[in-house]
């Protein structure tokens, strides 16, 4: 059995278990944590930090989480509007103005965080994701696919430019600014958005699926009758790179470990107060549960809420690669993984089993 450092409560033996279990199936490395009211029940981690497996894992260890950091870009629009500062309700274009070309005045900022918009797909180089301004005028400027709010389909790599220039022209501050000065900092969490290079040493760079190279490119889960979806091909040499690292995306470009993720998500979990920290009322938690529809691109029926994807009365995400978070209000639990090795998408049930050794271990504490 794979060595599993770290800390648990004996009640969740069963998570680091598991996590073993993956790493002696072929994993490179990992990271568990769960939260219970806001403190660690579990914070374990394993296997290697680099694709040749000659660098341990290490507590400080950081992966690129690609799409969980969606949750914390909701979170920072979550708190904005609970402080009054932004309306879910409001045009884009009050905060933009910019956005309102190409019929796309009638946008609200709802619409952006529930993946209704209507422009999902980027069809710029992959180069332009690291420019800002560029990136943030060409969506100004495009036509959304579909009428505004009838529709949901996942805004992969648009919805942190889409959310973000929002936070941006109503703070003057990028959302990885707003994020470590209100989140991150406050709660002292070993998470970015963008990572500046005294951490690059850190990170552990994703590792391809099995007889794969870094040529290997993200897909939807989308029905094999369906057409290739449009636009950009995110592969994962651009997830590696040094200019992905740097760029700051909030709908992809994440760093920490799931020690980090569970901390930030306990805000969530426990009314939006966390170690003494309040970042938003009991009230602006729940609008995450506000439905906005229903998945129609991946291919799989993701109801989407403002910002998360609900799962019954749980809502989370997870990104490309495999790692997820997963929020229970209801317990007041938050469950991170984290992963640097990737595996094919269908079939991939690792967060999945994280999850619900989870809650093997919560019935004991709640018994």
Not at 90 to 107: C, I, L, N, Q, T
Not at 156 to 161: E, I, K, P, Y
Request: proline fraction near 7%.
């Amino acid at each position: 059995m794979t060595d599993i450092q770290g800390s648990y409560d004996e009640l969740f033996s069963a998570v680091p278990s598991a996590l073993a279990g993956l790493l002696n199936d072929g994993d490179t490395g990992g990271s568990v944590a769960v939260f219970v009211d806001g403190e660690p029940v579990v914070d374990v981690w394993g296997g290697f930090a680099d694709a040749d497996r000659t660098v341990p894992w290490q507590q400080d260890t950081i992966v690129l989480v690609y799409s969980v950091i969606k949750t914390m870009t909701a979170l920072c629009a979550l708190m904005l509007a609970d402080r009054g500062e932004l309306d879910l309700d409001a045009p884009v274009s009050r905060y933009w103005p910019e956005f309102a070309a190409a019929g796309k005045e009638k946008v609200l900022v709802r619409h952006l965080l529930g993946h209704t918009a209507g422009l999902p797909h980027w069809d710029g180089p992959v180069e332009e994701i690291y420019d800002w301004p560029a990136a943030t005028a060409r969506l100004a400027a495009t036509a959304p696919l579909w009428e505004p709010g009838t529709e949901a389909g996942y805004h992969s790599l648009t919805q942190g430019f889409l959310v973000g220039e929002v936070i941006r022209r109503i703070t003057g501050q990028t959302v990885a600014g707003f994020f470590a000065a209100e989140v991150a900092g406050p709660l002292g969490a070993d998470f970015r958005i963008g990572l500046p290079a005294e951490h690059d040493h850190r990170v552990a760079a994703t590792v391809p699926p099995p007889g794969r190279d870094e040529d290997y490119a993200a897909s939807s889960a989308a029905p094999s009758d369906a057409p290739p979806p449009p636009g950009t091909t995110l592969r994962v040499r651009d997830g590696n790179s040094v200019a992905w690292r740097r760029a700051q995306n909030p709908a992809v470009g994440g760093y920490g470990n799931a020690r980090s993720v569970a901390l930030v998500q306990s805000v969530m979990a426990c009314g939006g107060a966390v170690r003494g920290r309040r970042l938003l009322s009991q009230a602006g938690c729940d609008r995450v549960r506000e439905e906005q529809g229903v998945d129609g691109l991946l291919g799989v029926p993701v109801h989407w809420g403002l910002g998360y994807a609900l799962f019954g009365s749980n809502y989370g995400w997870g990104g490309w690669g495999g790692s997820i978070v997963m929020v229970d209000p209801g317990e007041r639990m938050a469950v991170a993984y984290v992963t640097n090795q990737m595996r094919e998408p269908a079939g991939d049930t690792r967060g999945l089993e994280i999850i619900t050794t989870a809650y093997e271990g919560l019935q004991g504490l709640r018994a």
